[in-house]
């Protein structure tokens, strides 16, 4: 039952976030072309990700499928609470990543020392939160983990 109401209030929220705190310029490229790069790729891994879980690339919202790639996250609503923390540790600081903790600390509470975990990996890590992914498609997907301390 949470999972429903965390995932309704994150389709409600959505929108207005996209519009009024995501000014960057949509990535001009589909699933299909993500495929077509080496497999040792960013850009190939994202497009397994994204064929994996049934998902199209959100536009201006492209690189929180990045960081799920990159942190080798998954899905789940726990999963996204874990990614944002960590996020929150690498230094993102967004109303988005305010809201999902705070609803994940208030509907899994049990969980803290995972989070708490989750956010120190984070903050051990070089951070990468900024980064332009766009232009990161190309280079491989260990490489990038390895230089920012990913794990």
């Known amino acids: ?3 429903i109401i965390i995932e309704s209030l994150y389709r409600i929220i959505k929108v207005p976030y996209q519009f009024f ?3 960057s310029n949509p990535w001009s490229i589909t ?10 790729s960013l850009a190939f891994h994202y497009g397994c990700f994204l064929l994996k879980y049934n998902f199209n690339i959100q536009s201006s ?13 998954g899905i789940t609503v726990k ?8 996020l929150l540790g690498n230094g993102k600081r967004s109303p988005f990543v305010f809201i999902v903790i705070a609803t994940g600390l208030l ?3 049990f969980e803290l020392k ?9 903050k051990n890590a070089h951070a990468f939160y900024y980064l332009d ?19």
């Open 21 to 23: 705190f995501k000014n």
């Open 114 to 122: 995972n989070f708490l975990i989750s956010f120190q990996k984070g």
């Open 61 to 73: 919202l492209e690189e929180h499928d990045a960081y799920h790639v990159l942190t080798n996250t």
């Open 31 to 40: 699933t299909k072309e993500l495929l077509q790069y080496p497999q040792e």
């Open 107 to 109: 509907f899994y509470p």
């Open 79 to 86: 999963d996204e609470v874990v990614m944002q923390f960590y």
């Open 133 to 151: 992914f766009y232009k990161m498609l190309p280079i491989p997907l260990k490489k990038i983990q390895e230089t920012f301390n990913i794990n």
């Open 1 to 3: 039952m949470k999972e």
